[in-house]
């Protein structure tokens, strides 16, 4: 979040699972106080956590759903979660520990866990975090089997993950960053979301790229896979070992790295 950013945390229809003061304390987002103006509005509704940018109520509110079609969708398909999925290296292995290092809204560490990988997921933003949390809240409730077997792999953490990665036993065996939200028009809706959240988190995006990807590279005992709008420069600089090209995205590989090494010595 900017520092700039005004965002204010309320219930909207009594529908919160926890005391809103505790989630206020927790996430360090004041209490919205009525007829007081925000930028941002991140608000319990039917029992979902949700963020609104104020400015912009065409565009709507976004939560995480990890019951969403179109997730389900993407979690079949044979193109773009192929070429992540691809890109990771996964085999048959099940229960591959995998670090998801800037967590976001969830979605891609989401298909990481349900290609059996265990994720711990990073995530620096406390609203982001918040929102993360409440999606695995419900999802591990959802009526769907699937689901709640997919987020039963998916372990969240708030907080930086430069800080966070190496300190977790067993090292990941892979780390998988995302850092931008990438620039885009507004046109589809889903891209008016991802607008949302560069706005939200303006002004923490490229921060420290150096320091995360020496620190994911440090981390990982067999690879590093670096997510990149389709036509970047790769992250920080550095030459990957190989690329696979998406649709929208390049997938930037880096392997031959140091399985011995023990971080926490
Ligand atoms: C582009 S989003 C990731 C989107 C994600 N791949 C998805 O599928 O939803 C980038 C996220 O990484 C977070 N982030 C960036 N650097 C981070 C770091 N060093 N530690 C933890 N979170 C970080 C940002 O707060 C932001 O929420």
Known sequence: MSSSALVRLADLDGSAPFPLPELSSATGIPLHQADEPCEFLLFYHNGSLWIRQMSE?????????????????????????????????????QGIPVVDATA????DAFLLASAGCQVTLFERSPILHALL????RR????????????A????????????GMPALSPRPDLV???PMFPQRRKTAKVKKHMLLLQQLLHGQQGEAEEQLLATALACATRRVVVKRPRLASPLAGRKP??????K????????????ARDLRA
């Open 57 to 93: 109520p065409a565009v709507g509110a976004i939560r995480v759903d990890f019951e969403d079609e179109a997730l389900y969708y993407r979690q079949r398909r044979q193109t773009q979660p192929e070429a992540l999925l691809k890109a990771a290296g996964l085999k048959q292995e």
């Open 104 to 107: 976001g809204l969830g979605l």
């Open 133 to 136: 949390n409440d999606g695995l």
């Open 139 to 150: 999802a591990a409730d959802s009526e769907e089997a699937r689901v709640r077997e997919v």
């Open 152 to 163: 039963s792999r998916m372990h969240l953490q708030l907080g930086d993950s430069i800080a």
């Open 176 to 178: 998988y960053l995302d």
């Open 241 to 246: 070992s190989h690329s696979l090209e998406g």
């Open 248 to 259: 929208s995205s390049r997938f930037d590989v880096y392997t031959g790295l140091h399985p």
